[in-house]
């Protein structure tokens, strides 16, 4: 059964398609990774979804309610956590839960009951009257997350949810969003971590110039678009390994700079042609969903 | 031309109201010192002193010829000062207004709720200098000088309407600047605050007619003078216009900023 179902979706800004005929559907409890290089429209999309900016075409239906015409009481079941952070400075942690709690119109009492279970699953239970400035990158992003369930949303739009965040924070932060999807919650996220999509998400779509250009598991998206084993050769005596060898022993070969992507099904007479070649760095690994982001997107940089 | 339409009010906008007003509590005292005591200062340090020099202006003494300009003139401030810097913080710098727009809120609650919250303090202040009139007894008749708090509330939503406009199309707060020196400083000194406006030549008077300060002050002098005023519909009126047609352009420009 779906909670989301978007076709056609389009968004134009002074000419340009920046949303370009998106249509996806997204599943109860599931949780749908939304990637893409900056400029892709995912953030657009996201907020076309909300029912914030007003399509130029297509049709969207967030839990059951048509978008943008009934937005608002669909939104009153939905949860967002933002991109950038806007948690109110002049509150404390606690406040900053009643008072969005409010814009729900839920009664100050009902708010009052949820702050500790939501302090708690924010691990910021020792920090309800601190204030905002005093909190750590971290904690920021786990209020704004426990901000986002004060009216226990059945679906949570995650915009760039880990960016900015230092390898702790965000391992504690992934741990609270599988708790959510173990709840039953549906997380709808964007990311450019390819690591964070192909951890927490079942499903993702990968877009690119407005568009969708490849849908799936990822696990079978890398199976689908990726030969099973890369292997990366660093050094000044790379390129011309790869003049030489490359095509003879790829499937597919990348150059990037001083490195070389080769793609194959077996490693096997590659790494042992490699082991003759001591000026190289090699590094043997399984293909991931980096790998299917970059061959579909491209090696340029998008800003 | 599909952001210019008509304001979808709703009671939603409360929560917004009510987000204003905590913060203002945790801030009330240096809040209130900028609102409240420094158009009070200025008024009976003027009012005393050059009230001193002067001999009695449209027939009562200085003070209370300046306290009933003061009213108004203070309301005003406040209410743009709160639109503009106030309003510009929770829009631009801490996107206190984004997150809003992810609850079941729109930008037409948001406004509505900054509008009257803005007016709100706005009554604050114009209710401190009224206070002050009243401790001083300054006033003629003290039942007529309670119709000057619906004057204010009046005022306020005039102001704070025109505020919402310039901070839809601010890019930051040096931009406000303009405002101050185009807009509220000549109408401070065109409408009549510090001496009566029949002192100006008679083109400035013209165009004293036009801005909402001046209707504010025929509203607001009179009922501290004991009488009942002039005009009060067209004074009214002006009042309400300025501030509608302020609230709903603010409203339509501040949707093309934020909901694209």
């Given at each position: 059964?779906?909670?989301?179902?978007?076709?056609?979706?389009?968004?134009?800004?002074?000419?340009?398609?920046?949303?370009?005929?998106?249509?996806?559907?997204?599943?109860?409890?599931?949780?749908?990774?939304?990637?893409?290089?900056?400029?892709?429209?995912?953030?657009?999309?996201?907020?076309?979804?909300?029912?914030?900016?007003?399509?130029?075409?297509?049709?969207?239906?967030?839990?059951?309610?048509?978008?943008?015409?009934?937005?608002?009481?669909?939104?009153?079941?939905?949860?967002?956590?933002?991109?950038?952070?806007?948690?109110?400075?002049?509150?404390?942690?606690?406040?900053?839960?009643?008072?969005?709690?409010?814009?729900?119109?839920?009664?100050?009492?009902?708010?009052?009951?949820?702050?500790?279970?939501?302090?708690?699953?924010?691990?910021?239970?020792?920090?309800?009257?601190?204030?905002?400035?005093?909190?750590?990158?971290?904690?920021?992003?786990?209020?704004?997350?426990?901000?986002?369930?004060?009216?226990?949303?059945?679906?949570?739009?995650?915009?760039?949810?880990?960016?900015?965040?230092?390898?702790?924070?965000?391992?504690?932060?992934?741990?609270?969003?599988?708790?959510?999807?173990?709840?039953?919650?549906?997380?709808?996220?964007?990311?450019?971590?390819?690591?964070?999509?192909?951890?927490?998400?079942?499903?993702?779509?990968?877009?690119?110039?407005?568009?969708?250009?490849?849908?799936?598991?990822?696990?079978?998206?890398?199976?689908?678009?990726?030969?099973?084993?890369?292997?990366?050769?660093?050094?000044?005596?790379?390129?011309?390994?790869?003049?030489?060898?490359?095509?003879?022993?790829?499937?597919?070969?990348?150059?990037?700079?001083?490195?070389?992507?080769?793609?194959?099904?077996?490693?096997?007479?590659?790494?042992?042609?490699?082991?003759?070649?001591?000026?190289?760095?090699?590094?043997?690994?399984?293909?991931?969903?980096?790998?299917?982001?970059?061959?579909?997107?491209?090696?340029?940089?998008?800003? | 031309?599909?952001?210019?339409?008509?304001?979808?009010?709703?009671?939603?906008?409360?929560?917004?109201?009510?987000?204003?007003?905590?913060?203002?509590?945790?801030?009330?005292?240096?809040?209130?010192?900028g609102n409240l005591a420094d158009p009070m200062l200025y008024m009976?340090g003027l009012g005393?002193?050059l009230?001193?020099?002067?001999?009695?202006v449209a027939?009562?003494?200085y003070l209370t010829f300046l306290a009933a300009g003061t009213v108004a003139y203070s309301t005003m401030n406040s209410a743009t000062f709160e639109t503009l810097y106030s309003g510009f913080?929770?829009?631009?710098?801490?996107?206190?207004?984004?997150?809003?727009?992810?609850?079941?809120?729109?930008?037409?609650?948001?406004?509505?709720?900054e509008w009257?919250?803005a007016a709100s303090k706005a009554l604050l202040s114009g209710l401190a200098i009224l206070?002050?009139i009243?401790?001083?007894?300054?006033?003629?008749?003290?039942?007529?000088?309670?119709?000057i708090?619906p004057v204010v509330i009046l005022t306020g939503l005039c102001f704070a309407g025109m505020g919402l406009v310039m901070n839809a199309v601010s890019?930051?707060y040096d931009f406000f600047l303009y405002y101050f020196t185009l807009v509220i400083t000549p109408m401070v000194l065109l409408c009549g605050v510090f001496y009566p406006v029949s002192q100006l030549p008679a083109a400035l008077q013209m165009v004293s007619r036009f801005l909402p300060l001046s209707h504010a002050i025929d509203l607001v002098r009179p009922l501290v003078l004991?009488?009942?005023p002039e005009d009060i519909l067209l004074h009214v009126l002006v009042l309400i216009a300025y501030g509608s047609v302020g609230f709903w352009l603010g409203?339509?420009l501040?949707?093309?900023?934020?909901?694209?």
């Amino acid at each position: 059964m779906s909670v989301l179902k978007a076709s056609g979706l389009i968004k134009r800004y002074g000419g340009v398609e920046v949303v370009a005929g998106v249509s996806l559907a997204v599943a109860r409890g599931e949780c749908f990774g939304l990637l893409g290089p900056n400029g892709a429209g995912k953030t657009t999309t996201l907020r076309l979804l909300l029912g914030l900016v007003e399509p130029d075409d297509g049709q969207i239906e967030l839990l059951g309610e048509p978008v943008p015409r009934r937005a608002r009481h669909a939104r009153q079941r939905v949860g967002v956590v933002p991109q950038v952070d806007n948690l109110d400075p002049d509150f404390t942690v606690e406040e900053n839960l009643l008072v969005y709690g409010r814009y729900f119109g839920l009664r100050d009492g009902e708010i009052r009951a949820r702050i500790p279970g939501l302090l708690a699953f924010a691990g910021l239970a020792h920090r309800a009257e601190a204030r905002i400035p005093t909190l750590s990158g971290g904690m920021k992003r786990r209020l704004t997350l426990a901000r986002a369930l004060v009216n226990d949303p059945e679906l949570i739009f995650l915009d760039e949810p880990t960016t900015g965040l230092d390898p702790q924070a965000r391992h504690l932060l992934w741990q609270g969003l599988r708790r959510l999807t173990s709840q039953g919650k549906t997380l709808i996220l964007t990311t450019h971590f390819m690591e964070e999509a192909e951890r927490l998400c079942d499903r993702l779509a990968i877009m690119d110039q407005g568009r969708i250009i490849a849908e799936g598991n990822p696990r079978a998206l890398i199976a689908e678009h990726i030969e099973p084993f890369v292997v990366e050769i660093y050094g000044e005596e790379a390129g011309r390994w790869a003049d030489a060898f490359g095509a003879l022993l790829c499937r597919r070969v990348e150059k990037a700079g001083e490195s070389v992507f080769c793609y194959t099904d077996d490693g096997e007479a590659l790494l042992n042609n490699l082991r003759t070649q001591p000026a190289l760095k090699v590094t043997h690994r399984p293909a991931n969903l980096e790998d299917v982001f970059l061959k579909l997107t491209g090696r340029e940089l998008r800003d | 031309m599909r952001y210019f339409t008509p304001p979808r009010p709703s009671l939603r906008f409360v929560p917004v109201w009510r987000r204003n007003f905590l913060v203002w509590r945790k801030l009330a005292i240096p809040s209130m010192l900028g609102n409240l005591a420094d158009p009070m200062l200025y008024m009976l340090g003027l009012g005393f002193g050059l009230g001193a020099l002067l001999p009695d202006v449209a027939g009562v003494p200085y003070l209370t010829f300046l306290a009933a300009g003061t009213v108004a003139y203070s309301t005003m401030n406040s209410a743009t000062f709160e639109t503009l810097y106030s309003g510009f913080s929770r829009m631009h710098v801490q996107k206190t207004w984004d997150a809003i727009l992810n609850t079941p809120l729109t930008l037409d609650d948001v406004l509505l709720g900054e509008w009257v919250w803005a007016a709100s303090k706005a009554l604050l202040s114009g209710l401190a200098i009224l206070a002050i009139i009243w401790v001083l007894d300054l006033e003629a008749s003290f039942w007529l000088s309670l119709w000057i708090i619906p004057v204010v509330i009046l005022t306020g939503l005039c102001f704070a309407g025109m505020g919402l406009v310039m901070n839809a199309v601010s890019p930051n707060y040096d931009f406000f600047l303009y405002y101050f020196t185009l807009v509220i400083t000549p109408m401070v000194l065109l409408c009549g605050v510090f001496y009566p406006v029949s002192q100006l030549p008679a083109a400035l008077q013209m165009v004293s007619r036009f801005l909402p300060l001046s209707h504010a002050i025929d509203l607001v002098r009179p009922l501290v003078l004991g009488r009942l005023p002039e005009d009060i519909l067209l004074h009214v009126l002006v009042l309400i216009a300025y501030g509608s047609v302020g609230f709903w352009l603010g409203l339509g420009l501040t949707r093309r900023r934020l909901l694209r």
